[in-house]
Nanobody, 121 residues
Framework: VQLQASGGGLVQAGGSLRLSCAASMRTFRSSSMSWFRQTPGREREFVAAIGWGGGADYVGSVQGRFIISRDDRKSTFYLQMSGLKPEDTAIYYC????????????????WGQGTLVTVSS
């Protein structure tokens, strides 16, 4: 299984970015997917997850600003980020195949390499 994250970059506060994660996995359609983020010196933090049926969950700090979605035909999932804030600056990681509690890093079996999002004030 391989996950390839892309779409990060530099954006001004209030702006938008869309992250993508392309997956090479046979079980994509039946797997949950997620996004986490991490800043230096801090634990990797859950951001959003989407189930195989399309149900989504978000951490409170991004609720209403971020939208996670998936395209099973392309084996790709996305994180549309709007209303970005400087505190959203982080490396964003995509993950697949949940095997435990959603918000725990250890619950996700496969990981992408991360993409850097920088939000300037």
């Amino acid at each position: 299984v391989q996950l390839q994250a892309s779409g990060g970059g530099l954006v001004q506060a209030g702006g938008s970015l869309r992250l993508s994660c392309a997956a090479s996995m046979r079980t994509f359609r039946s797997s949950s997917m997620s996004w986490f983020r991490q800043t230096p010196g801090r634990e990797r933090e859950f951001v959003a997850a989407i189930g195989w049926g399309g149900g989504a969950d978000y951490v409170g700090s991004v609720q209403g600003r971020f939208i996670i979605s998936r395209d099973d035909r392309k084996s790709t999932f996305y994180l549309q980020m709007s209303g970005l804030k400087p505190e959203d600056t982080a490396i964003y990681y995509c993950a697949a195949n949940r095997i435990g509690p959603m918000m725990l890093r250890s619950s996700w079996q496969y990981w992408g390499q991360g993409t850097l999002v920088t939000v300037s004030s």
